[in-house]
């Protein structure tokens, strides 16, 4: 299945562009056999949608990290935070009984970005003596020890 992506749609502003990587980060591990390094998930989906070196190699002016790498790592992140990924071995991504059935599309995955940014915004809202971060780490752990409705 090759296609090529479109670099940026209408709709994804520069600081949610990450979100388009949600459905292929799964396709590249359930490709991988469940579980795969950064690397390896970066040189497949590179390769099966025909990315250009130029959005490969593209890097943050401030900070010189590659944006392609930096934006897969978010999308992993929320991955994880939906049940998607499991978060076990660093440096390894591995996929959930969730994630292996999971096909997401571009709404899909803009729906799970808008619900989080929802749940950590109640966070704040509360003002609980506890951190936003304590609390995103309580909310990750409950959803891989639960099992998905």
């Given at each position: 299945m090759e296609q090529t992506v479109t670099l940026m749609s209408k709709k994804t502003s520069r600081k949610t562009e990450f979100v388009k990587?949600?459905?292929?980060?799964?396709d590249a591990l359930r490709a991988?056999?469940?579980?795969?390094?950064p690397r390896e998930i970066t040189k497949w989906i590179g390769e099966k949608m025909n990315l250009p070196d130029k959005v490969l190699n593209e890097r943050y002016e401030k900070s010189g990290v590659l944006k392609f790498q930096n934006q897969?790592?978010?999308?992993?992140?929320?991955?994880?935070w939906?049940?998607?990924?499991?978060?076990?071995?660093?440096?390894?991504?591995?996929?959930?009984?969730?994630g292996w059935n999971a096909h997401l599309n571009e709404k899909q995955a803009h729906d799970i970005f808008i619900r989080w940014v929802r749940t950590f915004q109640e966070l704040r809202n509360k003002k609980e003596n506890v951190s936003v971060d304590k609390k995103a780490e309580e909310v990750a752990q409950t959803q891989e020890t639960v099992e998905p409705e």
């Amino acid at each position: 299945m090759e296609q090529t992506v479109t670099l940026m749609s209408k709709k994804t502003s520069r600081k949610t562009e990450f979100v388009k990587w949600f459905g292929p980060v799964l396709d590249a591990l359930r490709a991988l056999g469940g579980s795969g390094k950064p690397r390896e998930i970066t040189k497949w989906i590179g390769e099966k949608m025909n990315l250009p070196d130029k959005v490969l190699n593209e890097r943050y002016e401030k900070s010189g990290v590659l944006k392609f790498q930096n934006q897969l790592a978010w999308a992993r992140q929320y991955l994880v935070w939906e049940g998607f990924l499991g978060s076990s071995k660093h440096g390894v991504w591995t996929l959930t009984d969730k994630g292996w059935n999971a096909h997401l599309n571009e709404k899909q995955a803009h729906d799970i970005f808008i619900r989080w940014v929802r749940t950590f915004q109640e966070l704040r809202n509360k003002k609980e003596n506890v951190s936003v971060d304590k609390k995103a780490e309580e909310v990750a752990q409950t959803q891989e020890t639960v099992e998905p409705e």
